[in-house]
Nanobody
Framework: VQLQASGGGLAQAGVSLRLSCAAS????????MGWFRQAPGKEREFVAA????????YYADSVKGRFAISSDNAKNTVYLQINSLKPEDTAVYYC????????????????????WGQGTQVTVSS
C-alpha cells in the first residue's frame, strides 16, 4: 500500500489550496481515509476523515467550515480542500488509511490508521 500526498507549498493567507492523496497497492473499498497535520514543535493532530465511498465525513473543530475532505474512487485519490488559509495552518499534512470500521472517536486517533503517506508541507505567509 502506498499513499502519496501532494499539493502543498507556500501560499499567502486567505487563498485556497487543495491537497491530494493518491492511494495505490490494493482496493480501498471499506477504508477510512484521514488527514492529519503536524506543525513545527507540535504533535500531529487530526484534521479530517472520510469513508472511501465518500458517504461520511468528520472534521476537527479547528478546521470545520474551512476544510473539505472528499474521495474520488475513480482516481483512487482523496482530497483536502483548504479555504481561507491562515498562518496557523502551516504544517506538514499527512494522509492515512484505516481498514477499521468507522468509529468517530477512533478515527481521530493516529493509532487507528495502518498506512501513512510521506506528508506534504503547507506554509502560509501572512
Amino acid at each position: 500500500v502506498q499513499l502519496q500526498a501532494s499539493g502543498g507549498g507556500l501560499a499567502q493567507a486567505g487563498v485556497s489550496l487543495r491537497l491530494s492523496c493518491a492511494a495505490s497497492g490494493r482496493t480501498f473499498s471499506g477504508y477510512v481515509m484521514g488527514w492529519f497535520r503536524q506543525a513545527p514543535g507540535k504533535e500531529r493532530e487530526f484534521v479530517a476523515a472520510v469513508t472511501w465511498s465518500g458517504s461520511r465525513t468528520y472534521y476537527a473543530d479547528s478546521v470545520k467550515g474551512r476544510f473539505a475532505i472528499s474521495s474520488d474512487n475513480a482516481k483512487n485519490t482523496v482530497y483536502l480542500q483548504i479555504n481561507s488559509l491562515k498562518p496557523e495552518d502551516t504544517a506538514v499534512y499527512y494522509c492515512a488509511a484505516s481498514l477499521s470500521p468507522w468509529q468517530t472517536a477512533l478515527i481521530q486517533t493516529m493509532a487507528q490508521y495502518e498506512y501513512w503517506g510521506q506528508g506534504t508541507q503547507v506554509t502560509v505567509s501572512s
